[in-house]
């Protein structure tokens, strides 16, 4: 078992805390605050332990030095102190050495919250690559470390894989939650077991529909997975977002002839055009033209689909059922929440539309468990452990690096 933040002496120490931050902001405000939310039972239990807090975490993706002007943490750090009522400070730099003289004559409760970490990938990847004196420097600023950001641990990073070699670290109560969550209710679902699956490209999450098929009863697709499906059947999907790719056409027609009793498709679907934005209509699925593209299910597959979820003992929900944000193509998200709600069943939403999609409609509360992890939701499910997680110290101490 990984070290818990409860079984770590922490008291009156000075700790570093990796937490995701990655929040969605619009017009410069925090749109979703659930992240930061998230984090706060942890926040909380090492306040009471007189701790001295340094926050890590990264915010958008930052491939050139433009990428910067938008993705400052100072937002999140303004945020953080209006839900805790108490001062966080920011520090725009991260490789000062003047941060570990700022850090030092902090005193106990003290918050400080440092720049984008990913802003360390300009230019160098320093952050990315898992640099070594990158991974030293940040562990010099504290003398224990807190892995509490689960959406990152598949990534080995000097803030969550690196910073582990030197310093004594554990899980806070976040990435606590997530583990005993997906270990409960996913890895030994109660049967029958359903997957609700959409998304973009097949090519993306061809690696977890093949582990998903393995493991439950019923798959349900919808987007640009099915549409692939659907291509691969040779059914006309017009100019609908699908693979071009004819190796991974085959490797879907294999996979539909060897699971042909789990997978279900749509039946029919509500339809645009590529070359008219008002177009909109209701198809079946063997009456699209070469122009029309597939936005959202229809009413056919919604009576399909729910006969199936309310067969079922558990759901995972990984995805979306097409353009919600769209009002002209959100019925069928829509409509599958509210069956799924109804349904009284275990439900897990995991990746970050389905969620993002929960929210937009106003399900928070409707669920089993929201998992915030995206793409560390479906790398566990898929392997059933994370390199930012193996990295981190078991019940029993091991060697640290000197720094």
Known sequence: MKKRLEKMDVKEKTVVVR???NVPIVNNEIIDDTKIITSLDTIHYLLKNNCKIVILSHLGKIQKEEDKKNNSLAIVAAKLKNLLNQEV???HNLLDPELLERIKIMIPKDIILLENTRFLDIPNKLESNCDIQTSSFLASLGE????DAFASAHRAHASTVGITKFLPSCIGFSVERE??????FLMSPKRPFTVIMGGAKVEDKLELIEAMLLKCDHLLLAGGLANSFLKALNFNIGASLATKNAKTIEKLKNILLNNRDKISLP?????????????TRYKKIN???DNEIIYDIGVKTIEKYKSIILKSETIFLNGTMGVYEDYRYSNGTKEILQILKESQKIVVAGGGDSVSSVKHFGFNDAFTYLSCGGGATLEYLIHGH???IDSIMEEENIEILDV
């Open 19 to 21: 937490f995701d931050y």
């Open 89 to 91: 400070y920011f520090s």
């Open 144 to 147: 224990v470390f807190v892995m």
């Open 179 to 184: 583990l005993s969550a997906l270990n409960k």
């Open 267 to 279: 039946l029919d679907a509500i339809v645009g055009s590529s070359y008219d934005k008002t177009y």
């Open 287 to 289: 009456e699209i033209t």
């Open 386 to 388: 994370l390199i930012g």
